[in-house]
């Protein structure tokens, strides 16, 4: 395994999870595994992580497997350290415990920077600690997240958003990705890149991508399933023939009948569903550096490198080169 000559500290940062019983098993491993194997890719303890709650002692997951954790205001956090609050299950119940949530105020005043996985949001809502910031939760929560705390900007898109010194992120998973910013806003994205690696994580996806996969995104919108299947068949078909007659025969209708039907269920044009799906696969292959920008869009179904670019900057606003350089994995 490579090792980095990263910065050095003198003092390894602390990294504080917030817990409470009921608390999201994943919402803690995955970012609290990033943050040990960053140690070990780097060659020295850049990081010592706590699990903390209000009392300290056992917390019950919604595992059923219970976390020792010290007590939140004995942690020690400085202005190096991070507060990281994980969702869970009983997170809203969490969020009406007046002690808890001052607890977290206070713990926030202390470090250089406060986060969330998941639900976790809003405990820093609570907190007031999302007030005037941009962020974002699991999209089931958004809603209810932008209704409970309306001085925060939800944005429901990011798979996690740092506005600030204050981080958020999508989905349980995406505090796998939010981690990962933070070893690469410490040390460099080379390091972080191969902590990705070696996580076996396939790619370290930046802030700005959508936590949305558009083939779910597809079935989520038809409410009746009537397109499942045809969704699942597009996205394995990128290179297909994918135009309106072709797709209307899959499914046993005339390309007329079929365009207004899937209009309606899903409120997008079936060109733009079909254009959608190519441009997530070819954003995916961008960042393999091994594959050229005319490889990408043939093998995504574009035909042509120009069509591809043309469709990255209608709906991304920007070129697949620029998108490349900006993402794609080092050599």
Known sequence: MPTFSATHTSEPRRIAFITFDGVKMLDIT??????????????????TTTLASLYGGPVETDTGVALNTRRLAGVGLDDAGTLIACGGKDVHD????????????????????VAATCTGAFLLGAADLLDGRRSVTHWKDCDRLAEAYPQTQVDPDPIFIEDRGVWT??????????ALAMVEQDHSREVAMELARHLLVYVKRPGGQSQFSEALQQQTRTASGRFGALHLWMKDNLVADLR?????????????NFARIYAD???????????????EAARTALEDPELTVKQV??????????????????????SPQAY????????
């Open 244 to 256: 309106v007659e072709e797709l209307a025969k899959r499914v046993g209708m005339s390309p007329r």
């Open 94 to 113: 969490a969020c009406r415990d007046n002690r808890l949530v001052g607890a977290i105020r206070l713990a926030a005043q202390k470090c250089g920077r």
């Open 297 to 318: 869009s043939v093998q995504c179904g574009f035909g042509s490198d120009e069509r591809m670019r043309r469709s990255f900057i209608r709906q991304l606003g920007v």
């Open 30 to 47: 995955g970012p609290l595994q990033v943050f040990a194997d960053a140690n070990e890719i780097l060659g020295f303890e850049a990081y």
């Open 324 to 331: 490349r350089n900006s993402f794609a994995l080092s050599e």
């Open 265 to 279: 269920e899903t409120g997008q044009t079936p060109a733009r569903a079909v254009e959608m799906m190519r441009i």
């Open 169 to 178: 992120s999508a989905g349980v998973t995406a505090g796998i990705d939010l």
